[in-house]
Nanobody
Framework: QVQLVESGGGLVQPGESLRLSCAASASIFSISTMGWYRQAPGKQRELVAAITSGGSTNYVDSVNGRFTISRDNAKNTVSLQMNSLKPEDTAVYYC??????????????WGQGTQVTVSS
């Protein structure tokens, strides 16, 4: 079982930056992929950014160039640096981890979410 705890959300003005962090209870070295999803009011949850154990990254087009995902295996954390924030980025952001279990196969874990609000 992997527990994920997000932090760093808050209220910021457009154009400002925010850094989200996700702490995992297990070594993320053994976790294939970690990522950040977000869900805005009335919208579907969408993948924002993902990073593999090998360090390759993917971003949704709307944040590409503004957001950067990184992982620190030694500290068991994954971060999302969000720059040039827009009101459209307002959402609850969820940390995600995908881990392979010998018994269960691929298992997806979720954090409880952290609110990010971008408003003037």
């Amino acid at each position: 079982q992997v527990q994920l705890v997000e932090s760093g959300g808050g209220l910021v003005q457009p154009g400002e930056s925010l850094r989200l962090s996700c702490a995992a209870s297990a070594s993320i070295f053994s976790i294939s992929t970690m990522g950040w999803y977000r869900q805005a009011p009335g919208k579907q949850r969408e993948l924002v950014a993902a990073i593999t154990s090998g360090g390759s990254t993917n971003y949704v087009d709307s944040v590409n160039g503004r957001f950067t995902i990184s992982r620190d295996n030694a500290k068991n954390t994954v971060s999302l640096q969000m720059n040039s924030l827009k009101p459209e980025d307002t959402a609850v952001y969820y940390c995600n981890a995908d881990r392979y279990s010998t018994l269960l196969g691929w298992v997806r874990y979720w954090g409880q979410g952290t609110q990010v609000t971008v408003s003037s």
